[in-house]
């Protein structure tokens, strides 16, 4: 197996790998995620959210700051 062919099997491996995680946390299909991650996006923090990509947004930086 040549090294192109290595590097093609690991990069499908990962993607499907980061699709059902994706998938698990986001409650959303597995093949709806592959159709989102096929082109690069952009979220918003709101967008993130909306998603299922974060759990919450910090309104300022220096009210969460730990000491």
């Known amino acids: 197996m040549s090294d192109l062919e290595l590097h093609a099997a690991e990069m499908t491996r990962l993607r499907a790998l980061m699709e059902a995680t994706l998938a698990h946390h986001t409650g959303r ?3 709806q995620i592959h159709a989102d991650v096929e082109r690069d996006t952009i979220l918003d923090a709101q967008q993130a959210l909306d998603y299922g990509v974060v759990d919450s947004i910090i309104q300022s930086r220096k009210r969460s ?3």
């Open 65 to 67: 700051a730990v000491p």
């Open 29 to 31: 299909t597995p093949d």
